[in-house]
């Protein structure tokens, strides 16, 4: 016998062909539009600040009639140089930015925005994506021709790198961003072939895309006008960031004894634990775990961790540094749309104020003769559960303005006369067992999140079960679809996709439904306000940041309400979500409640390291 | 809203200023699931569980059964199996329970004997059955009076959800896989002679 055979796996790249594509003339055919304007825009402009186009590119896709325009052409037009009226699909990748660029020029945004990212991300959402969700990425998936990524990023950095350009490089230039159009060309039939000839949806799911292309406007519109920060505190905490991390440090450890010089010591950490009898939870190897998401649950439960986990959240994730903003003093960076499964925006945390570090949203403080409003969905995800359930005592419990008592009563923990004064604890231990449903929690993370014991939680979640038959009939119905192989969806149709190969986890499962139709909410909300002429800075999670003049800051906040609440209708039919209002005027500033300690406290380091540079001048 | 423009005769735009036309409306996926019993357990409520009873008569059975304790298990006799094991058979009244956690059983409830002889266990455990038929009860042996306590619980707990089957299919679920002793070819009645 000869030798044996090896088998080698040969390297395979996933590259899904799509079995039942449409030839594009067909696709074409069948739309309802007069025209079909697929652009790209090329542009530069330094963190924080709005873009500066350098040049665009337009193809209409039926007639192939091309638009190439320089900066100087385009600044020379006020409208753009193709119809994007109500007869007209505006079609790009990542659309915020082209748009943004609209904006930046002073023209209207397109009606009709159809955004092939949101629907590439629609298409795979929950599968894996072998090559990013990049324009590249989505033309290798469908097994599409592309340029080369060194081709891409030689180009992108002679665009970034701000001209001035000879008349070969605006050539070059635009013929790259050329390229980028015509992978459009190539991508639009695949993805739209798929939502516009499904019959039996009659349009509507091209229709839920063009509902994600008008979110795509209002991002550009968010992006546009950005979040006022205090750049003069922002500046004097990067000068005297390292000596006002020391400080810190020095301040915080006189209580723990758990710092050597800047370095975290984890035995110190565990003596102090045993000393203060706080049972800390443990990795497999035996170590102490010490994850923020550990630290921040601790923290809840036992409130003498707390200053210790704030102080090491602000060594390990702030970079001051990192924080886009612009000249202009406006924090603006990527909002990341439909970058969550659940469709919620994820920009990144060190770029974007409301990144995790809550003290550092004090630097947020209106310009002078404006307020900022800072509006909120009150219990979004009950509201939803209880809506989309149809659950009536859930509905009754959250219409009662006090989910969590409303639960303690419901479920006999306490008497119809109870009141959140007189039973405070029982309300606080129902609170982590409605919100930790909300969440998609498990027993054990209620309980360290509440401080409970596991089995009292596990008692309180039963009684959850027997109190809302009706939501966890439909909450392991909608498990049981996914896990099943199928599809959960938004009421505007954003998908999670469950296919064969795909793991999902359960919890996330049962919570996609509230978190998923949440960001429906908040995303109608912001179409609708910034459409409205509101400024608009940002969207967090389940909440708007508004600006506008002092004397007209009352009514802009009355107005984003009565449009918030429109937009919770939309999703919930049924009820109506409340909406709260933080309203603050200059000059004061933007505080948020859990990081209004840790401000103070590294306000104070700084006035005294400032007054001791003073000395010793 | 913003208004598009849909001529006669032309394909409508889908309009996302409208978001009401783009909703998904009723049942979007056409599966889902129902948990299924595939076996009922035949066994006294434990001394941890709060347990209901089945009020309605339909959901009894007396009946005779063989409990092979080492085992802990049960086996459904037939009449005409009965002469075949004699004094190994206990007469029971098996009632349909249910726990906290929604766990449907059987409880073999012993009949009391004709004789008129009093045992203490059974009746208080008949009483603890009774109580169950309105409310959440558990039982724990109280080996100094002889008899078990029962709690009650006093809060406000809703009333179980039952499942949708008749008797018979219960049954045939806590008896299957051959423990259904209708004749002297068991292998159970074997080896109780021996064999």
Redesign the interface.
């Known amino acids: 016998m000869g030798g044996e055979l090896m088998l080698v796996k040969p390297k395979v790249y996933e590259v899904r062909p799509v079995a039942t594509v449409p030839p594009p003339t067909a696709v074409l055919d069948n739309l309802p539009f007069q025209e079909i304007w697929c652009c790209d825009f090329e542009f530069n402009g330094a963190d924080g600040e709005i873009p500066t186009p350098v040049c665009m590119v337009a193809i209409e896709a039926r007639s192939g009639r091309t638009i190439r325009l320089w900066r100087n052409e385009l600044v020379a037009l006020t409208s753009p140089p193709f119809e994007t009226g109500p007869d007209a699909l505006f079609v790009a990748y990542f659309a915020s930015a082209e748009i943004g660029c609209f904006l930046a020029l002073g023209w209207e945004p397109p009606v009709l925005v159809l955004d092939l990212f949101t629907e590439f991300r629609a298409e795979t959402n929950g599968l894996s994506v072998a090559h990013g969700n990049g324009l590249l990425g989505a033309l290798a998936y469908f097994g599409l021709p592309m340029m080369g990524g060194d081709e891409k990023t030689t180009m992108r950095n002679l665009i970034l790198g701000g001209g001035p350009w000879s008349r070969d490089e605006q050539g070059a230039i635009l013929d790259y961003c050329q390229e980028d159009v015509d992978a459009l060309l190539r991508l639009f039939p695949v993805l739209v072939g798929r939502l516009a000839t499904l019959a039996s949806d009659k349009y509507v799911r091209l229709g839920q895309a063009l509902l994600r292309g008008r979110f795509m406007t209002a991002v550009a519109r968010m992006e546009y006008v950005g979040v006022p920060i205090d750049i003069g505190v922002l500046e004097r905490l990067g000068t005297n960031w390292d000596s006002i991390k020391l400080a810190l440090i020095s301040e915080v450890n006189i209580d723990y004894g758990v710092f050597d010089d800047q370095t975290f010591k984890a035995n110190r950490f565990d003596n102090w634990l045993a000393r203060n009898g706080i049972p800390w939870p443990r990795l497999p190897t035996g170590r102490l775990a010490l994850d923020d998401d550990t630290f921040r649950q601790m923290a809840r439960a036992f409130p003498e961790v707390a200053p210790l986990r704030e102080l090491r959240h602000a060594l390990g994730t702030l970079r001051l540094n990192k924080l886009q903003v612009g000249a202009d003093g406006r924090n603006r960076c990527l909002l990341s749309p439909f970058s969550a499964k659940t469709g919620r925006n994820q920009p990144s945390s060190a770029k974007f104020i409301f990144g995790p570090s809550r003290w550092l949203r004090g630097l947020i403080k209106p310009r002078k003769g404006y307020g900022i409003a800072y509006l909120d969905f009150g219990s979004q995800e009950i509201a939803i559960a209880a809506a989309l359930s149809g659950d009536p005592a859930m509905i009754d419990a959250y219409i009662s303005g006090d989910p969590y008592l409303s639960f303690a009563v419901q479920a006999g923990l306490a008497p119809a006369h109870a009141t959140k004064e007189t039973h405070k604890a029982v309300r606080n231990r129902c609170k982590a067992i409605v919100l930790g449903v909300g969440y998609g929690m498990g027993a054990e993370s209620m309980a360290y999140r509440a401080g409970l014991l596991i089995a009292e939680a596990r008692e309180l979640l039963r009684r959850h079960r027997e109190t809302y038959r009706v939501f966890w009939c439909w909450a392991d119905n909608n498990v049981n679809i996914a896990l099943a192989g199928g599809e959960l969806r938004t009421v505007y149709g954003w998908p999670l996709r469950c296919g064969a190969g795909i793991q999902p986890n359960p919890r996330s499962l049962l919570n996609f439904p509230m978190q998923a139709n949440g960001a429906e909410m908040l995303r109608l909300a912001a179409c609708m306000a910034t459409e409205a002429g509101l400024r608009v800075c940002a969207p967090i999670h389940d909440a708007l940041l508004l600006e506008a003049p002092l004397k007209r800051l009352d009514e802009d906040v009355a107005r984003t309400k009565d449009i918030m609440v429109a937009a919770s209708e939309m999703v919930l039919k049924s009820l109506q979500c409340r909406v709260d209002a933080e309203i603050v005027r200059y000059p004061d500033r933007y505080q948020d409640e859990a990081g209004v300690e840790m401000w103070n406290r590294v306000m104070n380091i700084l006035e005294s390291t400032e007054a001791q540079a003073r000395d010793q001048q | 809203m913003?208004?598009?423009?849909?001529a006669p005769g032309?394909?409508?735009?889908?309009?996302?200023?409208d978001?009401?036309?783009?909703?998904?409306t009723g049942d979007?996926?056409a599966?889902?699931?129902e948990k299924l019993i595939l076996r009922i357990p035949v066994r006294k409520p434990t001394k941890q569980e709060f347990y209901r009873v089945n009020s309605d008569p339909k959901f009894r059975l007396s009946c005779a059964i063989l409990e092979l304790k080492e085992e802990r298990e049960f086996y459904l006799v037939t009449p005409a199996a009965l002469s075949i094991l004699g004094e190994d058979v206990r007469y029971v009244e098996l009632l349909l329970c249910i726990n906290?956690?929604s766990a449907v059983f059987f409880w073999p409830l012993t009949i009391p004997t004709a004789d008129g002889r009093r045992n203490s266990w059974n009746e208080s455990a008949r009483e603890a059955a009774k109580i169950a038929e309105q409310g959440w009860v558990r039982m724990v042996s109280n080996m100094a009076e002889g008899s078990y306590s029962v709690y009650q619980a006093t809060?406000?707990?809703?009333d179980p959800?039952w499942p949708k089957k008749s008797m018979p299919e219960l049954i045939e679920l806590a008896f299957k896989d051959g423990k259904l002793i209708d004749s002297e070819d068991h292998p159970v009645v074997i080896q109780l002679h021996g064999g």
């Open positions: 913003t208004e598009l423009n849909n032309m394909t409508p735009t889908p309009n996302p200023y978001p009401d036309s783009l909703r998904v979007v996926n599966i889902g699931a906290r956690q809060g406000k707990i809703p959800e």
